[in-house]
């Protein structure tokens, strides 16, 4: 018999100890062996262009110098402690400079987190306990997140549910489902649960859906009407679609958002950024013990993510950054079109340059379902396909970086070519 690879050999003692085989994150098959600029190999040593880069935070690419030069430089500094520090500070200076809603800040490890306390933060301000998000909206792993997300069994609005075991049946009864990019139905909702619901959480770009016109400033005015925190969950755009995130590119600025990835510089780092009036619940001296919102975080603002993201955030300020950026994901939006246009096959490239995917369906996509009524089987051979060529990506999720290279789009066009060809 033939000896096993070294991903298979890894796959099999993860399976002993880890469930399922893997952290939860990707598909468990794969082992990343390491990573350089806009490339990665796996544990077998084949490479591959990465459209994946982490889920988002390496934006720059893997192992920029700059930034690897920083994080040398804090190392023997010291790793955290669990105490102020200096580049902590730099960062939330940093973030509300740049970020419209941002008065004040506060660091958490993780974008799940900084959701989960941003819909406690919506319930301390206004003293109500609804919480209205959109279905298929991803904003982490805490129960109120799980109502929804990806729903396999669609039900009528707004009944929230449940994707997950373990959540108790009273946290659906706080969770209020709506269709995004129907501002009609948030206003008729409003009209009902108004003067019970604390915050509505949504991305700005849903997964890889757009806002129709005028449907995040319709949220907007219809959250001034009724006294309700609108919360932008900007875990994923934030620092991606420009410097400002989507608030900037939209027009619209929350009272909180939610802001990951990218400001970690690719360690464990997360924040909750929006109105002082909001944000001083977290500050007991303030509003007293009845409404003084506790957080701890063992790692939350630890000096080697700040300064791993302030350099980043540096480079990103720097003349064409982001002109190139969107310039890398027009020409992959273009080559996706081209290849699967000439093959005549039913398809719509969704999204915006810096983060988007091909949904194969012959209407446009609007919301989650628009995305669950697509061909999720051609959408699978056409993924295996790209990797199988060379191209790393997430099953639904194209992430552009600034270290893509000639070379680069070169192999990714080829591959977008063989992929097309195998579900043609």
Same mark, same amino acid.
């Given at each position: 018999?033939?000896?096993?690879?070294?991903?298979?050999?890894?796959? *099999?003692?993860?399976?002993?100890?880890?469930?399922?085989? $893997?952290?939860?994150?990707?598909?468990?098959? =794969?082992?990343?062996?390491?990573?350089? &600029?806009?490339?990665?190999?796996?544990?077998?040593?084949?490479?591959?262009?990465?459209?994946?880069?982490?889920?988002?935070?390496?934006?720059?690419?893997? $192992?920029?110098?700059?930034?690897?030069?920083?994080?040398?430089?804090?190392?023997?500094?010291g790793m955290t402690f669990f105490a +102020?520090?200096?580049?902590?500070?730099?960062?939330? *200076?940093?973030?509300?400079?740049?970020?419209?809603?941002?008065?004040?800040?506060?660091?958490?490890?993780?974008?799940?987190?900084?959701?989960?306390?941003?819909? /406690?933060?919506?319930r301390a301000f206004t003293g109500r306990?609804?919480?209205?998000?959109f279905e298929g909206g991803y904003h982490?792993?805490?129960? *109120?997140?799980?109502?929804?997300?990806?729903?396999?069994?669609?039900?009528?609005?707004?009944?929230?549910?449940?994707?997950?075991? &373990?959540?108790?049946?009273?946290?659906?009864?706080?969770?209020?489902?709506?269709?995004?990019?129907?501002?009609?139905?948030?206003?008729?909702?409003?009209?009902?649960? $108004?003067?019970?619901?604390?915050?509505?959480?949504?991305?700005?770009?849903?997964?890889?859906?757009?806002?129709?016109?005028?449907?995040?400033?319709?949220?907007?005015?219809?959250?001034?009407?009724?006294? =309700?925190?609108? =919360?932008?969950?900007?875990?994923?755009?934030?620092?991606? @679609?420009?410097?400002?995130?989507?608030?900037?590119?939209?027009?619209?600025?929350?009272?909180?958002?939610?802001?990951?990835?990218?400001?970690?510089?690719?360690?464990?780092?997360?924040?909750?950024?929006? /109105?002082?009036?909001?944000?001083?619940? @977290?500050?007991?001296?303030?509003?007293?013990?009845? %409404?003084?919102?506790?957080?701890?975080?063992?790692?939350?603002?630890?000096?080697?993510?700040?300064?791993?993201?302030?350099?980043?955030?540096?480079?990103? %300020? %720097?003349?064409?950054?982001?002109?190139?950026?969107?310039?890398?994901?027009?020409?992959?939006?273009?080559?996706?079109? %081209?290849?699967?246009?000439?093959?005549?096959?039913?398809?719509?490239?969704?999204?915006?340059?810096?983060?988007?995917?091909?949904?194969?369906?012959?209407?446009?996509?609007?919301?989650?379902?628009?995305?669950?009524?697509?061909?999720?089987?051609?959408?699978?051979?056409? +993924?295996?396909?790209? /990797?199988?060529?060379?191209?790393?990506?997430?099953?639904?999720?194209?992430?552009?970086?600034?270290?893509?290279? *000639?070379?680069?789009?070169?192999?990714?066009?080829?591959?977008?070519?063989?992929?097309?060809?195998?579900?043609?």
């Amino acid at each position: 018999m033939p000896e096993n690879t070294p991903m298979q050999e890894l796959a *099999e003692r993860a399976r002993a100890v880890l469930p399922a085989g $893997g952290f939860g994150n990707f598909d468990p098959s =794969i082992f990343i062996r390491e990573g350089k &600029g806009s490339r990665v190999w796996d544990a077998d040593g084949r490479e591959y262009v990465d459209y994946l880069i982490g889920s988002g935070p390496m934006l720059l690419g893997h $192992g920029h110098p700059e930034v690897l030069e920083v994080v040398a430089e804090q190392l023997p500094r010291g790793m955290t402690f669990f105490a +102020n520090n200096a580049p902590g500070v730099e960062l939330a *200076e940093e973030i509300c400079r740049a970020v419209s809603c941002a008065e004040q800040v506060r660091f958490l490890s993780s974008g799940g987190e900084a959701d989960m306390y941003a819909m /406690r933060l919506a319930r301390a301000f206004t003293g109500r306990d609804k919480i209205v998000k959109f279905e298929g909206g991803y904003h982490g792993m805490s129960a *109120e997140a799980q109502m929804s997300l990806a729903p396999a069994r669609l039900v009528n609005f707004p009944q929230a549910v449940p994707d997950s075991a &373990g959540i108790p049946e009273a946290v659906r009864a706080e969770m209020l489902i709506a269709p995004f990019n129907d501002a009609d139905y948030i206003e008729g909702l409003l009209k009902e649960h $108004g003067d019970e619901v604390a915050g509505i959480i949504v991305e700005p770009l849903q997964r890889i859906i757009p806002p129709a016109p005028g449907f995040l400033q319709s949220v907007r005015a219809l959250c001034d009407r009724y006294g =309700i925190v609108l =919360i932008f969950d900007e875990v994923v755009t934030g620092f991606r @679609f420009a410097y400002g995130g989507a608030q900037e590119v939209y027009g619209v600025t929350p009272d909180l958002c939610t802001l990951g990835k990218i400001i970690g510089g690719g360690f464990p780092l997360a924040a909750v950024a929006g /109105r002082k009036t909001i944000m001083d619940h @977290f500050d007991k001296a303030i509003v007293g013990a009845d %409404r003084w919102l506790m957080m701890l975080g063992t790692l939350s603002g630890n000096p080697v993510a700040a300064v791993a993201g302030l350099k980043t955030m540096e480079i990103l %300020r %720097r003349d064409g950054a982001f002109d190139t950026l969107r310039a890398n994901g027009a020409r992959l939006m273009a080559m996706f079109d %081209r290849h699967l246009s000439a093959a005549g096959i039913a398809h719509r490239v969704v999204g915006h340059p810096t983060l988007f995917d091909v949904v194969f369906t012959d209407r446009d996509v609007r919301t989650y379902r628009d995305v669950q009524a697509a061909d999720a089987a051609k959408n699978a051979k056409f +993924n295996a396909a790209l /990797r199988e060529n060379g191209v790393f990506k997430s099953p639904g999720k194209v992430y552009p970086s600034l270290a893509l290279t *000639e070379a680069d789009f070169a192999l990714t066009d080829a591959a977008i070519e063989k992929a097309t060809a195998a579900i043609a």
